[in-house]
C-alpha cells in the first residue's frame, strides 16, 4: 500500500466502533503498520479550496470534483488518522473486502502526507511513519 494509494473498505472499523463502508487514503507504513486516513464527501463547514485546510474545524485536504479519478468533492480527514495490521489489510483484499480505487498523483500525494504532517491530531509514531515513506 503505496502512500497516496486510495482504497475503497466494505468494513472499516471506525474509532467509536462503528463499521462501514469508506474510502481511505494511504499515509505510509512502517514494518506491519499502514498508517491510513478516512474521506468523506460531506462538507460539514471545512473548505472547498484544493489542497490543505488545516485551520478548518476538522482539519482536511480538498479534492475536487474529478480530482485523481474521484467523482465527488473528497475531503482526506486529517483530525484523525488509522494504523491498520498489513496481514489484516492483506486478508481483507483477497477476500475482496478491501479493493483499490485510484493513486493519487506523487505531487499531490507528497501535499496531503505534508498537511497530514502539521495535523494536532497526529501522533509523534505516526508523524514519523510518515516522514520515513515522504515522497520526495
Not at 460539514?44 to 474545524?57: A, E, W
Not at 481483507?92 to 497530514?116: F, N, S
Request: charge should be negative; proline fraction near 6%; include cysteine.
Amino acid at each position: 500500500m503505496t502512500p497516496g494509494s486510495v482504497w475503497f473498505d466494505e468494513e472499516f472499523h471506525f474509532h467509536d466502533g462503528e463499521t462501514g463502508e469508506k474510502l481511505f487514503v494511504s499515509l505510509g507504513n512502517a514494518g506491519l503498520t499502514y498508517l491510513v486516513a478516512k474521506t468523506t464527501s460531506q462538507q460539514h463547514g471545512r473548505g472547498t479550496v484544493f489542497g490543505c485546510q488545516p485551520s478548518d474545524r476538522f482539519p482536511s485536504f480538498f479534492l475536487p470534483p474529478g480530482c485523481c479519478h474521484l467523482k465527488k468533492a473528497t475531503w482526506v480527514c486529517l483530525d484523525e488518522f488509522y494504523e491498520f495490521d498489513a496481514r489484516a489489510v492483506m486478508r481483507k483484499q483477497l477476500d475482496g473486502r478491501v479493493k483499490p480505487v485510484c493513486t493519487l498523483p506523487a505531487e499531490i500525494a507528497k501535499l496531503v502526507q505534508e498537511c497530514a504532517l502539521i495535523s494536532l491530531d497526529i501522533t509523534a509514531a505516526q508523524h514519523a511513519i510518515i516522514t520515513a515513506c515522504r515522497i520526495p
